[in-house]
């Protein structure tokens, strides 16, 4: 799969489907090759051995509704809307791109399809395996994911790996997220982040709204310290601190107890993942697309576009984090955002995805 983009590259041109100057950038290096995902129209300049290089099944980082093995070549001249150092990718061709958006918090607005999944980290000494293998399984699955720490833009792993961090713990929108995952390693036992404050008030307040609460490894131990694990059954990679706090100890890999699921180590990281996306999809708690129930009540008629005009149940206005359009029912018909149709866009390209509401 790895050798996607390279086959589709050598097939295009095989077949003549695209002329040259729409596969090849003819304004900055020569070679490059300029990739557009076809949700939300992002843009990424790559050499053909980068594109080669990218995990087919790494999700757009704008919109994560697509894969990049779903990306189409484009005309890089036509395509970059953004000046090319605008863009997501690198255009020094140097390294492999980077197929990341640096400032994430400037996007935290922007939901996948399934809702957006918040992974907790310790600002040092973090588990890698138990960050890795269950982030991997939710894109995978269709989720986005946005990494938290505390007063650190890039955490470090038990093993020397970094990770860039999307946003600071206190910084953190619960609204935003369907779940919470905290991610285990020794630095919640050598920093005590099972008795620090904001990791204890994030866990609290997850579980207070009825959210999905994670925990693997050693990270269990800040629900027990939250008091969340009292009469739960739970499990951990050390079982005697929750035990002490009153959880109810399972020999199980993976343990779920209402809307807490707990792992107890690394080699249970795939399967805490499963268990996870499991239970949202279980509960119906993914898709930002989701029409509400008073909306689908209140649905009355649709218009051959397919906008609901009748039975609103709200007036509010929404506006675009890209280019500052800001949506008025009043000015379209009397027809609430959450009610246009889910493949209605900006008339600047951007998707419902990109709308915020003011």
């Given amino acids: 799969m790895k050798t996607l983009f390279l086959n589709i590259i050598i097939l295009l041109s095989l ?6 100057s729409a596969q090849y950038d003819s304004g900055t290096s020569t070679g490059n090759t300029c990739w557009q995902c076809p949700v939300c129209g992002y843009v ?3 050499t053909a051995e980068q594109a080669a290089s990218i995990n087919s099944y790494t999700p757009c980082p704008v919109c994560y509704s697509a894969y990049a ?3 189409m070549p484009v005309s890089c001249p036509a395509a970059l809307a953004y000046s090319p150092s605008d863009t997501y990718g690198k255009s020094d061709n140097t390294d492999a791109p980077e197929f990341t958006k640096p400032d994430y918090e400037s996007s935290l607005e922007t939901f996948s399809r399934k809702g957006k999944i918040l992974m907790v980290l310790s600002p040092e000494q973090y588990q890698e395996e138990e960050l890795n293998v269950p982030r991997d399984y939710f894109q995978s699955r269709g989720y986005s994911v946005a990494l938290a720490s505390k007063e650190v833009k890039t955490a470090s792993g038990m093993n020397g790996e970094r990770a860039q961090v999307d946003l600071d713990l206190k910084k953190v929108k619960l609204s935003d997220y369907i779940a919470v995952v905290f991610v285990g390693g020794e630095g919640i036992y050598s920093l005590k982040l099972n008795q620090d404050p904001d990791y204890i008030a994030l866990a609290k307040s997850t579980n207070s709204q009825k959210k999905l609460l994670g925990a693997i490894c050693l990270a269990p131990w800040i629900l027990a310290d939250a008091g969340l694990l009292k009469g739960k059954r739970a499990t951990a990679s050390d079982t005697d601190h ?7 100890v399972s020999d199980d890999a993976v343990v779920q107890d209402g809307n807490i699921i707990t792992a107890n180590g690394p080699d249970a ?3 805490f993942a ?3 996306v499991a239970a949202l999809e279980n509960s119906g708690s993914e898709g930002s ?3 509400s129930q008073m909306d689908k009540s209140s649905a009355l008629t649709v218009s051959s576009m397919g906008l609901v005009r009748e039975g609103s149940s709200s007036a509010q206005k929404w506006e675009c984090t890209v280019c500052g359009y800001i949506y008025d029912p009043e000015e379209n018909g009397d027809v609430p955002f959450e009610q246009l149709a889910s493949n209605w866009k900006c008339a600047c390209g951007a998707s419902k ?3 915020v509401r003011i």
Avoid: H, L, Q, Y
């Fill in 274 to 276: 499963e268990a996870i």
């Fill in 353 to 355: 995805g990109k709308f």
């Fill in 15 to 20: 077949a003549g489907t695209f002329p040259v």
């Fill in 289 to 291: 697309d989701r029409v």
């Fill in 69 to 71: 093995g779903n990306f």
């Fill in 44 to 46: 990424v300049s790559m």
């Fill in 269 to 271: 990281s795939r399967e």
């Fill in 242 to 248: 929750i035990k002490a706090k009153g959880a109810i």
